[in-house]
């Protein structure tokens, strides 16, 4: 960044130079440290630089091997052959991720970060046993609301209007004892939040429909996503999905995939020489109520939950929501699209399905939002879906994001979790200008 | 699900205890008197470590609820109704709502508890419609 206004801010001069996504699939051989490695490798490869300029890694050990003594990032020393002089399991990655990695660099405790995860081979995909199968860790997998059953279950909604029994699904599992015994899940404590908006506000339920119908038509149209080709989508086809949690329909909610996504993160003078122009960071922010899924969430407690964090993201840049040229929100659900741009400030409560219907968040919208397809159609990784987001927000810097391309984005804003878990977390890049 | 050794448990024993013989027990702290839930070392109001389990009248409101139609597990027998109960004496907790058609759940409708046998025979602290609950309060289904 240049300018006196940006330099001023805390976590200004650190940038992101490279960044990958590998293959995103509702599964894929091989297992998480592969993916993983082919990630980091790629991302590394995207930066021109090599593991031997990384000093820093986050990047939470998946298995298998290893030890069982934290930090887990420490075991990937054995992968690579070298030590490192930072290492973090930052929970979650993404906007987290990149502002813990951020804070290392500038307490000088390293140079450069390797920051990534991912998932592969733990999926029972296709399985008939899939439903019975727990596929992941359920404290790795707490972000996502769906596991497994991606497209299948999708097409098979879609094509033929299937019951909402007969796809196999596998979802994730809150462990907590008063949570698990009334087999709850991810979507459900959504649910649970998203219920209570609806019962106050009661938005119309096609305009609504529209939030997931316009990011899964991103979804369609990028050839990376799982669900490409999908679509397209009208809000009656999400209306017509079966329902998994009233009021979430099966495409009100994220695919649960496999793929690994990663990250160099390095101060801006060193990213200026790297190949591709630096997205900087321009401000970021994390708020955390409650543990994710022991306490029910209440939609009173949790409704605004990210508005302090999006003051302090947007008081270090320097901007307004409305700066936003493209937003990378965490879709877990169709609700949580719509309760973010309220808890931005760009509408007031209860408005956002109608502003959002007015605004539109397709590329030809005020807002363009999930570009990539979002968690709803491009892909969610448990532990590296997150950093995804990351990846289509650098792109989007760089002009390099394809079909979904905002022409000329300079800022793009990053979002992850929600109310139904209980925390948030932002952060905001930019163009090196 | 729930394991056969729950009424051991630290901590929250002591309710799944109270549970297994039909009575819904709370945490109320000894200090500021509030109930709170889901049990904690200190009470989460005002720091203070004593507190016991008591009574709970059982009666409470809908705070909010789902339909479940995709169990997380095959033990679940979908469809079946989640709720955010907020009970009469402050404090909340996640259940089921029973005994109730799913199309009849509204947020504000008054329940009293209904323990009711969970997937794997454990009893649990479910409620149903004030209407439909009878027997005395706390009292097993």
């Known amino acids: 960044m240049s300018g006196p206004a940006a330099r001023r801010h805390p976590l200004a001069g650190i940038a992101v130079a490279g960044v990958a996504a590998t293959r995103q ?5 091989g297992n998480s440290i592969q993916i993983c490695l082919e990630a980091a490798r790629a991302a590394l490869d995207d ?8 000093d820093g890694i986050s990047a939470r050990w998946p298995g298998p091997g290893g030890t069982v003594f934290g930090p887990g990032s420490v075991d990937w020393t054995a992968v690579f052959g070298k030590g490192f002089d930072w290492v973090g399991d930052t929970y979650p990655q993404g906007a987290p991720g990149l502002l813990d990695a951020a804070a290392a660099i500038l307490a000088g405790q390293c140079s450069t970060v390797l920051v990534f995860g991912g998932r592969a081979g733990e999926s029972a995909a296709g399985s008939p046993g899939a439903a019975t199968r727990a596929t992941v860790p359920s404290g790795d997998d707490a972000s996502s609301a769906a596991v497994s059953s991606g497209d299948d279950a999708m097409s098979a909604a879609v094509s033929s209007g299937d019951d909402a029994t007969s796809a196999v699904a596998s979802y994730t599992r809150p462990e907590n004892e008063f949570v698990a015994c009334w087999g709850s899940l991810t979507a459900a404590q959504f649910a649970l939040v998203a219920q209570v908006y609806l019962h106050r506000f009661a ?3 096609e305009r609504m429909a529209l939030v997931p119908a316009t990011i899964r038509n991103a979804g369609s149209a990028n050839p990376e996503a799982v669900m490409y080709g999908r679509g397209p989508y009208e809000p009656a086809d999400i209306l017509a999905s079966p329902p998994v949690a009233e009021p979430f329909r099966l495409l009100d909610l994220c695919l649960a995939t496999e793929g690994a996504a990663a990250m160099v993160v390095t101060g801006v003078e060193r990213a200026r020489d790297c190949p591709s122009a630096p997205a900087v960071i321009l401000g970021g922010g994390s708020e955390w109520y409650r543990q994710q899924y022991v306490d029910p969430p209440r939609y009173d407690d949790v409704a605004r939950i990210g508005a302090g964090a999006y003051r302090r993201s947007f008081g270090m840049a320097g901007l307004r929501p409305g700066d936003v040229d493209v937003f990378e929100l965490y879709d877990i659900c169709t609700f949580e699209v719509v309760r973010q741009f309220e808890t931005l400030g760009l509408c007031a409560e209860g408005e956002g399905v109608d502003y959002l219907a007015e605004a ?7 807002h363009p939002t999930n570009t990539d397809g979002g968690l709803l159609a491009y892909s969610h990784v448990g532990w590296g879906g997150p950093t995804l987001k990351i990846v289509e927000a650098v792109r989007q810097i760089r002009g390099a994001a394809g ?3 905002v022409p000329g984005a300079e800022v793009a804003l990053v979002t992850g979790a929600g109310a139904g878990a209980q925390y948030h977390n932002a952060v905001l890049l930019g163009a090196d200008r | 699900m729930q394991p056969p050794d729950r009424a051991d448990r630290a901590l929250t024993g002591e309710f799944w205890a ?3 013989r039909g009575e819904l027990l709370r945490p109320v702290c000894g200090r500021c008197g509030r109930s709170f839930f889901t049990p904690q070392v200190v009470c989460p109001l005002c720091g203070s470590g004593r507190w016991t389990y008591e009574p709970s009248a059982g009666r409470g409101t809908v705070y909010s609820f789902t339909v479940v139609h995709r169990p997380p597990e095959p033990a ?3 469809p079946y109704t989640l709720a955010v109960v907020d009970m009469a004496e402050g404090w909340h907790l996640l259940t089921w709502i029973v005994d109730c058609p799913a199309d009849e759940v509204r947020i504000g409708m008054e329940v009293q508890v209904r323990f009711t046998a969970g997937p794997d025979g454990a009893l649990l602290p479910a409620f149903a419609p004030r209407a439909a609950a009878h027997g005395p309060a706390g009292a097993a289904a």
């Open chain 1, 360 to 366: 539109g968040i397709g590329l030809d919208g005020r």
């Open chain 2, 76 to 78: 679940f027998e979908a």
């Open chain 1, 403 to 405: 079909p979904g391309q």
């Open chain 1, 47 to 54: 930066a021109g630089m090599t593991i031997d300029e990384v």
């Open chain 1, 203 to 205: 938005p119309d339920p």
């Open chain 2, 18 to 20: 109270g549970v297994d």
């Open chain 1, 25 to 29: 699939a509702r599964s894929l051989d």
